[in-house]
Nanobody, 121 residues
């Protein structure tokens, strides 16, 4: 499966953060890898997806990227806001490339442990 290795914690509003997710037992190049987040009381939502052919994906303040040498994917969030407070997960998708299902939690096969990001002054 995949596991979130580092990056969560307390961040001040306006700050930036990078989360990492290192794969074990498979090559991330063979699957779409998505990032999700779940805020308290809310549904899990997709924020980024990378796959073969997509080394970096920018969606608003969220940038997903891949390092094939390290077999690791990253999620960078800039200008953090209080509403970004959530548990962030990486997930290996059932499909090999990102597409319309990239933001659907039911399209994911394996989940990382999740890391809590708290945005507060």
């Amino acid at each position: 499966g995949a596991a979130v290795k580092s990056g969560g914690g307390l961040v001040q509003p306006g700050g930036d953060l990078r989360l990492s997710c290192a794969a074990s037992g498979f090559s991330m190049d063979d699957y779409a890898i998505a990032w999700f987040r779940q805020a308290p009381g809310k549904e899990r939502e997709g924020v980024s997806c990378v796959s073969r052919g997509i080394r970096s994906s920018v969606k608003g303040r969220f940038t997903g990227s891949r390092d094939d040498v390290e077999n690791t994917v990253y999620l960078e969030i800039v200008n953090l806001k209080s509403e970004d407070t959530a548990v962030y997960y990486c997930a290996r998708a059932l499909m090999r490339v990102c597409g319309n299902s990239a933001g659907d939690p039911h399209a994911m096969e394996y989940w990382g442990e999740g890391t809590l990001v708290t945005v507060s002054s």
